[in-house]
Every structure is written in structure tokens, then in C-alpha cells.
């Protein structure tokens, strides 16, 4: 069965680091991406980051760039990643999304892994 | 970055009664490839979102067929037949055509 599992979450203080995990399974992180998409409580869906066949590329979006890094660990199969200098505004639920080829069709979710970040 | 505006925000509907959410973007979303990546997810209360349909009418596996996407262009359209009460969330577009992908702002479907 495909499969994808958050870890990792907690709470911070701001300005603090946090790294949160997805754990694939039923498929290669070697020829699919994942995606991590967050929602702040009570609102919308945000994404935040994509890593493209287990690191040939990735992006991120403007308000976590040069804050956020996304790593990969094949033989583990599980996609990190890894949150600094973290705002209020990063308070969230973290979803992990992918497992398919094409970029940003977030195939499948995982449950989420919470980040709270206090002042 | 593409603006991806849902319309209505809250849609009451009566059981067995039809629904339609219309999502628009603000440019073209037909990718270099051709195909245009715009895709529905449902979120049920307390749940992850889970994807209905992808590049634009596509349906998921294990999704009921009272479920449609249609559109083209930058108008697109979901369509549920005759709601039922499970159908009960909140439903996303977005479109992964451009980067970066961007979200519709939600479609709160409740039964009145």
C-alpha cells in the first residue's frame, strides 16, 4: 500500500529549529517527489516545498526560503525536512504529499505532524 | 504567483441535491507539456485533504462517480450529483501547473 508518515512535530520557541520526517512506503523516493503543504489552524492550504527524485532538485516558497531546507534518505525512505529561525507564523500543520511523478499533483497525504511555535 | 479564486466560499446544500464549486485562475494554467495540472482535493472534518480529481476531470481510484471536474481554460468547475451527508468538508483547487503550486481559498460544503 502506498504510504506516507509525518514525525517530528512539537513545539518551538521562536527563532528555534525543528526537523519533521515523512516516511514513504509502496514506492521509490528515487523516481517520485513529496511535497510538504502546511495549514495554520482554521485556514487554507499553503505549500512550503518540494523535493524532485530524491534530491535532483527542489524549491521552496517565499516565505520559508533560506529559512527551510528538504533533504532525502533513499535507503530510509523518508524525505526531512528541516525548519530554522522559526517564525509564529510557521505554526501549523504539517502535511507530506507526493508519490507520483508529476510534480504538484500531491497523489497522496499523510496525516500530518503539528508545529507550534510560541514567542 | 497564479491567484486560484473558488467561489462560493460556504455552499449549504440539501441531501440528494446537486453542488457545484467553481474555481478560476488568473492565467492560462496549460503547461509546456500540454496537459493542465489543475487538481480537487476534499477535506473532511479532522482529515488530510484527499485528492478527487486530477488534470481537471480525471477521477482518483475509489472515488464515486456522483463526483466531476470539467473546465478549461482558466474556469473550472466541480460538480457533485446528489450530495450525501459524507460529502460534508471543505474542498481545494489548485493548480501545479506554475511554480509554485497555489491552493484555491477552500469551499465549505455543509448539509442544511
Known amino acids: 500500500e502506498v504510504q506516507l508518515l509525518e514525525s517530528g512535530g512539537g513545539l518551538v520557541q521562536a527563532g528555534g529549529s525543528l526537523r519533521v520526517s515523512c516516511a514513504a512506503s509502496g514506492f521509490s523516493l528515487r523516481n517520485s517527489v513529496i511535497n510538504w503543504v502546511r495549514q495554520a489552524p482554521g485556514k487554507g492550504l499553503e505549500w512550503v516545498s518540494i523535493i524532485i527524485r530524491g534530491g535532483t532538485e527542489t524549491y521552496f516558497a517565499d516565505s520559508v526560503k533560506g529559512r527551510f531546507t528538504i533533504s532525502s534518505e533513499i535507503s530510509k525512505s523518508k524525505v526531512y525536512l528541516q525548519m530554522n529561525s522559526l517564525r509564529v507564523e510557521d505554526t501549523a500543520m504539517y502535511y507530506c504529499?507526493?508519490?507520483?511523478?508529476?510534480?504538484?499533483?500531491?497523489?497522496?497525504w499523510g496525516q500530518g505532524t503539528v508545529v507550534t511555535v510560541s514567542s | 504567483d497564479v491567484v486560484m479564486t473558488q467561489s462560493p466560499l460556504s455552499l449549504p446544500v440539501t441531501l440528494g441535491q446537486p453542488a457545484s464549486i467553481s474555481c478560476r485562475s488568473g492565467?492560462?494554467?496549460?503547461?509546456?507539456?500540454?496537459?493542465?495540472?489543475l487538481h480537487w482535493f476534499q477535506q473532511r472534518p479532522g482529515q488530510s485533504p484527499r485528492r478527487l480529481i486530477y488534470k481537471i476531470s480525471e477521477r482518483d481510484s475509489g472515488v464515486p462517480d456522483r463526483f466531476s471536474g470539467s473546465g478549461s481554460g482558466t474556469d473550472f468547475t466541480l460538480k457533485i450529483s446528489r450530495v450525501e451527508a459524507e460529502d460534508v468538508g471543505v474542498y481545494y483547487c489548485v493548480q501545479g501547473t506554475h511554480l509554485p503550486p497555489t491552493f484555491g481559498q477552500g469551499t465549505k460544503v455543509e448539509i442544511k
Open positions: 492565467q492560462s494554467l496549460v503547461h509546456s507539456d500540454g496537459n493542465i495540472y
Open positions: 504529499a507526493g508519490g507520483g511523478t508529476d510534480w504538484f499533483s500531491f497523489d497522496i
